[in-house]
């Protein structure tokens, strides 16, 4: 059976939770649209996140790849387009390093940008007809995201697996993330987790359909 790798990523800033850690979580092992899905929890720091997402890409070999993060503030799911050369951090990451104005990869030839090979506008048609709003988002942010959905695309070119479907999907904040908001800041958008996990899985099920 096909393995889709999927992953979460640890809680982050002021945030007690994080609701892309639950999905995952909820998700390891199951089978979905055909594939097996392996879950794992990336660190906030990008010298970690990159080590663990190449080790889990070369010691699972999968044959999708489903990266999954928080977006607080962001009202519905969305399955991001591209990732950036570029990190410029508005908030520290756990190791409390700020990156501004950086290269996500050092390497002299790495490309601007990566596209996302996930079927996203399959994507957000499935989660239409699950009854889950949803969109494709243009920008992953310049912090932990879009750094690691760069090294995934950057690290599958670069080992003949360009043609792994492999991408992004932001998730809002959930009733813990929202409830941990101090009563002097703007409140969030949340769904309920049940609802976060179900539209992970209604996008590992359209992206493990089709591998
Ligand atoms: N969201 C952050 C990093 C970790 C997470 O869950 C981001 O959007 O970059």
Do not use: K
Request: glycine residues 8%; proline residues 10%; hydrophobic residues 45%.
């Amino acid at each position: 059976m096909p393995t889709l790798l999927l992953t979460g990523f640890e809680p982050f800033h002021t945030h007690p939770i994080n609701p892309s850690a639950q999905a995952a979580e909820a998700l390891d092992g199951a089978e979905v649209g055909g594939a097996r899905v392996v879950s794992a929890l990336l660190p906030v720091e990008p010298h970690a996140a990159a080590a663990a997402l190449l080790t889990l890409l070369d010691a699972h070999q999968p044959d999708a790849v489903l990266l999954t993060g928080l977006a607080a503030g962001r009202p519905h799911v969305t399955a991001e387009r591209v990732a950036l050369n570029v990190m410029d951090f508005r908030i520290p990451d756990n190791a409390g390093w700020v990156y501004r104005d950086h290269p996500a990869h050092g390497h002299a030839e790495a490309p601007p940008a990566y596209m996302s090979t996930l079927p996203l506008r399959a994507v957000v048609e499935a989660w239409r007809a699950a009854g889950i709003p949803g969109d494709i988002s243009n920008t992953a942010g310049l912090y932990l995201c879009n750094f690691v959905l760069y090294h995934a695309l950057d690290h599958l070119a670069h080992t003949g697996r360009a043609g792994v479907p492999c991408g992004f999907l932001h998730v809002p904040a959930n009733a813990g993330v929202a409830l941990a908001v101090p009563e002097d800041r703007p409140p969030l958008p949340y769904l309920p987790q049940e609802e976060i996990t179900r539209a992970v899985r209604v996008a590992a099920e359209v992206v493990g359909g089709r591998v």
